[in-house]
T-cell receptor
Framework: EAGVVQSPRYKIIEKKQPVAFWCNPI?????LYWYLQNLGQGPELLIRYENEEAVDDSQLPKDRFSAERLKGVDSTLKIQPAELGDSAVYLCASSPTWTSGYNEQFFGPGTRLTVL | GENVEQHPSTLSVQEGDSAVIKCTYSDSASNYFPWYKQELGKRPQLIID?????GEKKDQRIAVTLNKTAKHFSLHITETQPEDSAVYFCAVIGAGSYQLTFGKGTKLSVIP
């Protein structure tokens, strides 16, 4: 079974530039998550999708961050404009449709963003 | 919201010894407690999890114990090996919630 795929793996940009990250979840997983992981910290949820609907985006800084999952499969996370403090690893995860409340979340390898 | 504290932040053990990492949580309604292992530059991977209706779960050299009354749970690794060296994260999901709240991680170093 193929895991969660993310690209690019690494991205270096100048501040104020836009950047986008792509995620392809595990086939059949309807729930998709984007997490932010700062150095030395645990992942923090940015947004959760159920199919194409963003059902929890309360922690997404909406002034510069946006996300979409148009067909309920792949997802893109965008930052525009990027700031120095956005340097971090952006992790995507997916899980099967929630039926019991105990779904394992499978993580992708992440995109390491460096803003100069 | 949920608050998860994880201790210690770093842990060094000799190969063959045991390692214990502890997490406390704030929401008494939390009902799912996974542990993730993250090697340097790699994705977090689930190594063991426990539900709130179970007090202990074991998988070979790894075990997790849950004390709901005290609101803490612990990861136990026995007979540690160098390949166990990684950062370990505990996490919690509250009742009716999807959101994983992670601890800040423990960097485990197993010295050969």
């Amino acid at each position: 079974e193929a895991g969660v795929v993310q690209s690019p793996r690494y991205k270096i940009i100048e501040k104020k530039q836009p950047v986008a990250f792509w995620c392809n979840p595990i086939s059949g997983h309807n729930t998709l998550y984007w997490y932010l992981q700062n150095l030395g910290q645990g992942p923090e949820l940015l947004i959760r999708y159920e199919n194409e609907e963003a059902v929890d985006d309360s922690q997404l800084p909406k002034d510069r961050f946006s996300a979409e999952r148009l067909k309920g499969v792949d997802s893109t996370l965008k930052i525009q404009p990027a700031e120095l403090g956005d340097s971090a690893v952006y992790l995507c995860a997916s899980s099967p449709t929630w039926t019991s409340g105990y779904n394992e979340q499978f993580f992708g390898p992440g995109t390491r963003l460096t803003v100069l | 919201g949920e608050n998860v504290e994880q201790h210690p932040s770093t842990l060094s053990v000799q190969e063959g010894d045991s390692a214990v990492i502890k997490c406390t949580y704030s929401d008494s309604a939390s009902n799912y407690f996974p542990w993730y292992k993250q090697e340097l530059g790699k994705r977090p991977q689930l190594i063991i999890d426990i539900r709130s209706n179970v007090g202990e779960k074991k998988d070979q050299r790894i075990a997790v114990t849950l004390n709901k009354t005290a609101k803490h749970f612990s990861l136990h690794i026995t007979e540690t090996q160098p390949e166990d060296s990684a950062v370990y994260f505990c996490a919690v999901i509250g009742a009716g919630s999807y959101q994983l709240t992670f601890g800040k991680g423990t960097k485990l170093s197993v010295i050969p």
